[in-house]
């Protein structure tokens, strides 16, 4: 069983820059990612990361502007989110190898 807990999230504003980490206890086996809800929208994925060998998938709606990277020593992962844009305003959620999910932290990018 894996326990993720997401934290980092705020508000900012359009262009801005916020770091979002996700911490977890317990053996990861292979993915860990980032997936958003929008008001309004269901669950979109965001990023992921593979364990094992750091390769990194990004939703082309945020490629180039995010960055997900992993910490092997602390368990953990982070998604740095540059050129803030305000549709990217979403509850974003760490889910660990696709089942265990997070609480959530909110993300607000204002104009």
């Known amino acids: 069983q894996v326990q993720v807990i997401e934290s980092g999230g705020g508000s900012v504003q359009v262009g801005g820059s916020l770091r979002l980490s996700c911490e977890a206890s317990?053996?990861?086996?292979?993915?860990m990612s980032w997936r958003r809800q929008a008001p309004g929208k269901g669950h979109e994925f965001v990023a992921n990361i593979d364990w094992r060998d750091g390769s990194t998938i990004y939703n082309d709606a945020v490629k180039g502007r995010f960055t997900i990277s992993r910490d092997g020593a602390k368990n953990a992962i982070h998604l740095q989110m540059d050129g803030l844009k305000v549709e990217d305003t979403a509850v974003y959620y760490c889910?660990?190898?696709?089942?265990?999910w997070g609480q959530g932290t909110q993300v607000t990018v204002t104009s």
């Open positions: 317990g053996r990861i086996r292979r993915h």
């Open positions: 889910v660990a190898d696709q089942v265990y």
